[in-house]
Structures are given as structure tokens and as C-alpha cells.
């Protein structure tokens, strides 16, 4: 068996990240596996190289029958579709769902889907209603996951070190956002959340991200916002937070939250479906005020870890594409 996962560029993104997940995952099932695209970033390809992953330029890619394809762009499956269209045999391919599409895109998408793939991986339930409707091929739901980077051990060490470099004390309590400063991801709340709680001297805002909407919180620093910027590695600040907050009220299956699930953190979430499905109800919470009692609720509390029910990590990772591969 070879599985080759088709790309088109070799950047950093989402369908890329998620990619790297996938690999590794292989290579940890001992499976020969490639990722397949277009040079573009030396910084990306480093990343395969520490990862052990390898990878082909698009015109060394040669697949055969017996492999396995997970298409993850549109370019791929089209090219895919017209390659194999009059073909009876032809490899097991998948399409992988990145982005929401409005119906009338997946009803066109789905013509190539249902002729050419053996399966439609569903990576958000916001879009399993649309998806049964127009999708005929088997249907494999498979959430994103994200892989941890470090052990116990190597948690408590980044937490002391870098609580220390940033000046928190082991009393603060810090509540995190993380993500792009951008429409949707209301990191304007944060900021509110931050002003109404300013007279707790010891309930902190750790805020990580950059983005168009930077002034918003370039604009309204105080005592108890620490604004590191962009950072490379977001799981180390994850391991210093003690509560995470996430704000965004439409995402398909965000990577951020997926993150502070398998870090352990308490997490306080607004109410939409996705958010119920990957938290247990007692995260959630409707408005701003009620996100500020909540916070309260867990300072109070000292709440700090959190075991949840649900984890999307290398385990997770192995079992689903376990299913896939051997279905």
C-alpha cells in the first residue's frame, strides 16, 4: 500500500497542516506515504524533513491502482476526475471537505466526488444534512486532530520558564485567545472581557495572534493583557494558560480550539452547534456577560486543568484513519 496526499503548493495552511497530521500518522502505522505538490516554501519542506515526512514534486508523482489518493484541493480532484473519468480501474480516492461551500458548489463538486472517489471525509458536523443530500460514495466523518508536541515533563518545564520570561506568577490567572485578528473571530471580546474584569488583579489576558484588526488590541493594552504577537507555537502558551477562551461563532472545525481540548485547558465557548459538539455543556455560554461569570465561576473555583471527554489528538488520528485505509 501507498498513500499520496495531493496539494498544490508546499506552504503553511490548513489543508496543509492538516496534511503533515496525516503523514505522520502514517508513518506511525508504518504505511509508504508521500505528500505531492508544487514547491513554494523552503520553510514548509523543512518542516516534512523534521517530521520525517516525504514528499514529491507534481511531475514525479506516478500513482498506480493499487494506491491510495486523499484529494485536497478542487485542482486535484478535477484533475483526478478527467485522468480516470472513462477508466474501471483506477485508485481508492478520497476527497477531503476544507471550507463550507454553499449548496449549489457542493451539488457541482459532488458530480466529481460520487464518479471518482471511493469516499467524502466530513470533517465538521455544521455540514451533515447538505453533505448526505448530495454525497452518494461512502461518508467518513473524521474531525481534524492535532498532535502534541510535548510530555508531561516537558509541560511543566515550559510552563515555569516561560511564566517567568513573560513576569505571571504562579497566582495570575491567565485566560488565552488565540488566533487571526480578522472578521469572525471576535478578539474584540477578549479585549471587553480584559476591561470588565480589570479590578481581579490576578485574572490575566494572554493574547496571541496578529492580524487586519490589530488596532483593536494595539489600541487597548493594559495591565492585564499580555500581547506576545504571532507566535510559532502556540501549544507552549497553551501550557501556561490556565483558561481558554474562544469567541468565534462560525468556524468549520477550528484547529485553536481543537488545541486548548488536548492541552487540558477549561474552556469558554459561545453557543453554536459546533461548539456543542466538541464541549461539554458546562463550557458553553450564550453572550459576553455570561463568558464573564463563567471566567469568574473558574477563577473562583481554581480551575486550571481539564480532562475532556473528548480528544483529538495522534490516538484519535490513528483510529479514523485506520477505518479509511482498511474500510
Known amino acids: 500500500m501507498r498513500v499520496f496526499q495531493l496539494l498544490d503548493k508546499f506552504r503553511f495552511g490548513g489543508g496543509e497542516n492538516l496534511a503533515v497530521n496525516y503523514a505522520i500518522v502514517l508513518n506511525k502505522l508504518n504505511i509508504e506515504n508521500y505528500i505531492v505538490a508544487d514547491y513554494m516554501d523552503d520553510k514548509f519542506l ?41 477508466k474501471k480501474e483506477k485508485p481508492k480516492m478520497y476527497y477531503i471537505q476544507h471550507l463550507f461551500y454553499s449548496e449549489k458548489k457542493l451539488k457541482m463538486l459532488s458530480k466529481m466526488i460520487n464518479h471518482t472517489c471511493k469516499g467524502f471525509i466530513q470533517i465538521t458536523p455544521i455540514t451533515r444534512d447538505m453533505i448526505k443530500k448530495h454525497i452518494k460514495t461512502q461518508i467518513y466523518f473524521f474531525p ?8 508531561e515533563k516537558e509541560k511543566l518545564k515550559i510552563r515555569n520558564e516561560l511564566r517567568k520570561e513573560l513576569k505571571i506568577s504562579d497566582n495570575d ?3 488565552t485567545f488565540s488566533g487571526v485578528f480578522k472578521k469572525g473571530k471576535n478578539v474584540s471580546h477578549i479585549i471587553e472581557l480584559s476591561k470588565q474584569l480589570k479590578n481581579y488583579k490576578n485574572i490575566k489576558f494572554l493574547i496571541l495572534g496578529d492580524g487586519p484588526e490589530r488596532e483593536i488590541v494595539k489600541n487597548n493594552l493594559n495591565n492585564n493583557i499580555i500581547w506576545p504577537g504571532l507566535v510559532n507555537d502556540v501549544e507552549k502558551y497553551l501550557h501556561i494558560s490556565d483558561l481558554y477562551f474562544f469567541p468565534s461563532r462560525k468556524e468549520m472545525m477550528p484547529l485553536a480550539l481543537i488545541e486548548a481540548i488536548n492541552a487540558d485547558l477549561p474552556i ?53 484513519l485506520k477505518k479509511i485505509l482498511w474500510s
Open 46 to 86: 523543512e518542516k516534512l524533513k523534521n517530521h520525517k515526512i516525504k514528499y514529491l514534486n507534481k511531475k514525479e508523482f506516478k500513482e498506480n491502482t493499487n494506491d491510495i489518493l486523499f484529494i485536497h484541493t478542487n485542482r486535484n480532484l478535477l484533475k483526478m476526475h478527467t485522468k480516470y473519468f472513462w
Open 144 to 151: 481534524n486532530f492535532y498532535i502534541n508536541k510535548y510530555d
Open 173 to 175: 490567572y491567565i485566560v
Open 268 to 320: 469558554v465557548a459561545y453557543n453554536t452547534e459546533l461548539n456543542k459538539f466538541l464541549l461539554e455543556e458546562r463550557f458553553i455560554v450564550d453572550n459576553l456577560s455570561e463568558a464573564k461569570d463563567k471566567v469568574l465561576e473558574f477563577y473562583n473555583s481554581n480551575l486550571r486543568k481539564y480532562s475532556h471527554d473528548n480528544k483529538f489528538d495522534l490516538n484519535f488520528g490513528i483510529k479514523n
